[in-house]
C-alpha cells in the first residue's frame, strides 16, 4: 500500500518537517553538543544511547541499533504502519496525501493524452507541408538548403502556415483538446485576455521525439532572417530540454551499432548531414550539453565528437563541454573535438565542401586529451617554474573530476611529462585539492590527514580499517573500532551517494553470499536507478519497501558515525580512497572463488586488459583436462586468441 503513495510526495514531506520536533513532542530531548540526546523510548536503559542528529534528520540508539528518519520514528513509536505515519506527518506539516491511486492513473492518462494531442499535432504540421496553399514557399525553402523529399519524410519536418488559428481551428476542436494543446505548449493564451493563439506560426517545423519516436514537442525556424530564428515548445510533464536529444532516434533507427555520435548546433546540422549519408549526428535543443546528454549519448556509443564553429563562442561552448565531459569520461568512452573553418557549421561546410571534406575533418579532430592540455595551456609560460607550478594546479583540479580509472592515470602521466613533476607528486596535489576545494563535496576528507584516535588503511592487504565511534550520549570516551572494509564501503556509500558512479562492475561481488556485501550491492543499484536522491530520501524509499526496509537500521547506524561525519568532511569526496576500498574488496572476494568461477567472471569481459589476460594464462596453467574445468580452457584459450588478434589489428 505504502507504494501507492508517490515518492516526490514522500521527499517533500520530509524536507517540510524538523525530526527534532517531531521526536521532542513525544519524548524529552536533551541538546548535547550538535545533537540531541535521551533514553531511548525502544528499550529500558538508565543511561541515555538515543540520539537524534538535526543536520541529517536522522535517529539511532546506540543500545538497540534502532534508528531512522521522521517517518520510521512515528512508526516505531506510535506503532502504525507506513501509510498512517505519513498521514500523521502529513497533518503536522499541513499539507493533503495525494489519492495514490486516482494520482497515478490521472499522471499516466494525461501523459497519454499529451502524446496523443501532440502526434496530432505533428500529422497536422505535415499535411501543410504537402497540402497548404503557402506550402511552396516552404518546400522551396527546404530544397534551397539541399533537402530531399525523402530525408523530409524521414525527419518529419512539417510546416506552420501563417495565421494566428490554423491548429486552434483544425486540432483544438473540443475543450478538453485545447486544454490540452494549451498544456503542451501548442497554443498560447494571451496576456490579459482569455484569447488563445498558435505558438507557431509561418515557420518550418521540426518534431523533437523520445527514444520511443513519440513526438514530445517541436523546434521551429523562420524561412527569412527575422528574429527570433528559432524557438521551441516549452517544457511539460513529457518534454524537458535538458535531457533530449534531436535526431537520436532517428540515428538509432538508421544505425543499429553507432561506433560513434557527432553532437552539432541546430536542427539543420543533423538533417544536412543526413542527407549527404552521415547519420549518426545529433543536436541539443538550444542548452549546452549536460550530464543528462551525455549518459544518454554513451548509452548509444562509446565515442562522442563535438562539432563548434571556429569563432570566440564555439570555443567557449567547447571549454563548457570539455568541463562537463570529463565528470562522465569513464574508461572505454572517448570524446573530441572538432573546430569547423571559416565560419562553417556543418550544414554550410557539407554542402560547400562535400562529405569526404567534412569525414577527414571527423578523422583529424583533437582527443580530449589533446585539447584539454592546449586549453589548459593559454597564457602559460611552461619555460619557467611559476608557469610550470600553475599549470600543474589548473590542471590537477579538473583531472581530479575524470572517474576512476586508467583513463584518469594516463592524464597524470601525460600531465607529469609535461611538467617535469613526478606523478606521485601530482596525486598529492589533487589530495591537497581535494581537502581545499570548496567547489565540490568531499567523500572522507581527512584520510590524507586522518584523527589521532585511529587510521585509515588504504592500498594495503590488510582487511580492517581502524576509526572511532560516535560517542552514544553520556558514555564512555570514544572507543576504536575494527571496520571491515565493506562496512566502510557501506558507509561511504550512505552518506555520500554520488559516490556510486564510480563503480561500473559489481560481477565479483555477486559471486558473494555475505548478506553485507549484498546489501552494499543493492544499496548501490538503487542510488543509480535513482542518482538525485540523498541520504534522507533513500533510507525513507526503503522503509517504504517490505523488501528493503529491514535494512534500514543497518544503514542509518552508519549515519551517525563519526567517521563520516562533518568533523572529517573537507568539502571533496575523496572518490579515489572508495574506489582503492572497492578494489580491495573486489580482489579479496575475487582470489577467494574457484578458478573456474574466476575465469568466467574475466571472459565477461570486454575487452580484456592486460591484468586479466596474465590472469587467464595463470588459470590456463592451473586448470585440469577434465570436466567442467575443459569446457572452459577452450573459451579461454578462444578468447586469448581474439583478444590476441584484435591486438595486432591495433598495432
Given at each position: 500500500m505504502s507504494g501507492l503513495i508517490p515518492q516526490h510526495f514522500i521527499d517533500d514531506l520530509l524536507s517540510r518537517i524538523d525530526i527534532v520536533d517531531i521526536i521532542g513532542t513525544r519524548i524529552k530531548l536533551k541538546k548535547t553538543g550538535k545533537n540531541y540526546s535521551a533514553c531511548c523510548p525502544f528499550h529500558d536503559e538508565k543511561t541515555p544511547s538515543f540520539s537524534v542528529a538535526q543536520d541529517k534528520q536522522f535517529y539511532y540508539c546506540f543500545g538497540c541499533s534502532k534508528g531512522g528518519s521522521a517517518l520510521n520514528f512515528i512508526m516505531e513509536f506510535d506503532k502504525i504502519?507506513?501509510?498512517?505515519?505519513?498521514?500523521?506527518?502529513?497533518?503536522?506539516?499541513g499539507v493533503q496525501v495525494p489519492s495514490a491511486k486516482l494520482s497515478l492513473k490521472n499522471d499516466d492518462e494525461k501523459r497519454k493524452s499529451l502524446y496523443s494531442t501532440l502526434k496530432q499535432c505533428d500529422n497536422f504540421y505535415r499535411l501543410q507541408l504537402r497540402t497548404h496553399k503557402y506550402s511552396a514557399k516552404a518546400t522551396s525553402y527546404l530544397k534551397r538548403r539541399g533537402l530531399s523529399?525523402?530525408?523530409?519524410?524521414?525527419?518529419?519536418?512539417?510546416?506552420a502556415p501563417p495565421g494566428w488559428d490554423n491548429l486552434l481551428l483544425n486540432v483544438g476542436l473540443d475543450t478538453q483538446t485545447k486544454g490540452l494543446l494549451n498544456e503542451s505548449g501548442m497554443i498560447v493564451k494571451k496576456r490579459d485576455e482569455s484569447k488563445l493563439y498558435d505558438r507557431f506560426r509561418n515557420r518550418i517545423i521540426?518534431?523533437?521525439?523520445?527514444?520511443?519516436?513519440?513526438?514530445?514537442?517541436f523546434g521551429a525556424r523562420v524561412m527569412d532572417d527575422s528574429k527570433p530564428k528559432y524557438i521551441n515548445s516549452p517544457e511539460t510533464p513529457i518534454f524537458v530540454k535538458g535531457r533530449e536529444l534531436y535526431g537520436l532516434y532517428e540515428a538509432r533507427r538508421e544505425l543499429r551499432n553507432m561506433p560513434k555520435l557527432l553532437l552539432v548546433e541546430g536542427y539543420f546540422d543533423v538533417i544536412?548531414?543526413?542527407?549527404h549519408d552521415i547519420n549518426n549526428a545529433v543536436a541539443t535543443l538550444g542548452?549546452?550539453?549536460?550530464?543528462?546528454?551525455l549518459e544518454k549519448i554513451f548509452r548509444n556509443t562509446s565515442e562522442i565528437v563535438f562539432c563548434f564553429d571556429g569563432d570566440i563562442a564555439g570555443r567557449a561552448a567547447a571549454v563548457r563541454a570539455l568541463d562537463t565531459t570529463l565528470t562522465e569520461l569513464h574508461d572505454g568512452l572517448t570524446a573530441r573535438f572538432l573546430f569547423l573553418p571559416g565560419g562553417h557549421d556543418p550544414d554550410s561546410l557539407i554542402r560547400d565542401r562535400?562529405?569526404?571534406?567534412f569525414m577527414n575533418l571527423i578523422e583529424s579532430s583533437l582527443p580530449l586529451s589533446e585539447f584539454f592540455f592546449n586549453q589548459m595551456m593559454n597564457e602559460i609560460d611552461l619555460n619557467?617554474?611559476?608557469?610550470?607550478?600553475?599549470?600543474?594546479?589548473?590542471?590537477?583540479s579538473h583531472i581530479n573530476k575524470i572517474p576512476h580509472g586508467v583513463f584518469k592515470h594516463l592524464m597524470l602521466e601525460e600531465l607529469a611529462q609535461r611538467t617535469g613533476v613526478p606523478t606521485d607528486d601530482l596525486k598529492y596535489l589533487i589530495s591537497e585539492n581535494n581537502r581545499n576545494n570548496s567547489e565540490y563535496d568531499s567523500a572522507i576528507g581527512g584520510l590524507m590527514d586522518p584523527p589521532s584516535t585511529g587510521t585509515f588503511v588504504n592500498n594495503s592487504t590488510k582487511t580492517t580499517y581502524e576509526t572511532t565511534q560516535l560517542e552514544a550520549p553520556n558514555q564512555k570516551p570514544k572507543r576504536k573500532l575494527k571496520l571491515s572494509p565493506i562496512h566502510y564501503l557501506t558507509g561511504l556509500l550512505i552518506n555520500y551517494p554520488n559516490l556510486s558512479q564510480h563503480v561500473h562492475d559489481v560481477s565479483i561481488l555477486q559471486q558473494s553470499e555475505n548478506n553485507e556485501i549484498d546489501i552494499f550491492v543493492r544499496l548501490l543499484n538503487f542510488i543509480k536507478n535513482h542518482p538525485d536522491y540523498s541520504t534522507c530520501q533513500i533510507l525513507a524509499y526503503w522503509t517504504s519497501d517490505l523488501e528493503l526496509k529491514k535494512d534500514v537500521d543497518y544503514l542509518t547506524s552508519f549515519t551517525l558515525d563519526d567517521m563520516y561525519s562533518a568533523s572529517y568532511d573537507t568539502k571533496r569526496r575523496n572518490a579515489d580512497e572508495f574506489c582503492d576500498a572497492f578494489d580491495h574488496v573486489s580482489k579479496e572476494l575475487f582470489s577467494a572463488l574457484p578458478r573456474v568461477q574466476q575465469a568466467k567472471v574475466i571472459l565477461n569481459r570486454d575487452p580484456l586488459g592486460e591484468g586479466d589476460v596474465k590472469q587467464l594464462y595463470k588459470i590456463l596453467f592451473e586448470l585440469s583436462d577434465e570436466?567442467?574445468?575443459k569446457d572452459i580452457k577452450k573459451d579461454i584459450k578462444h578468447k586469448l586468441v581474439t583478444t590476441k588478434k584484435m591486438g595486432n589489428k591495433t598495432k
Open positions: 504502519d507506513f501509510v498512517a505515519a505519513i498521514e500523521v506527518l502529513s497533518a503536522i506539516a523529399g525523402q530525408i523530409a519524410a524521414k525527419y518529419g519536418i512539417g510546416f521540426f518534431p523533437i521525439r523520445d527514444n520511443r519516436g513519440r513526438t514530445i514537442g544536412a548531414l543526413a542527407q542548452t549546452s550539453i549536460s550530464k543528462h546528454h562535400g562529405k569526404k571534406f619557467s617554474a611559476d608557469g610550470k607550478a600553475k599549470f600543474s594546479k589548473k590542471c590537477a570436466y567442467p574445468e
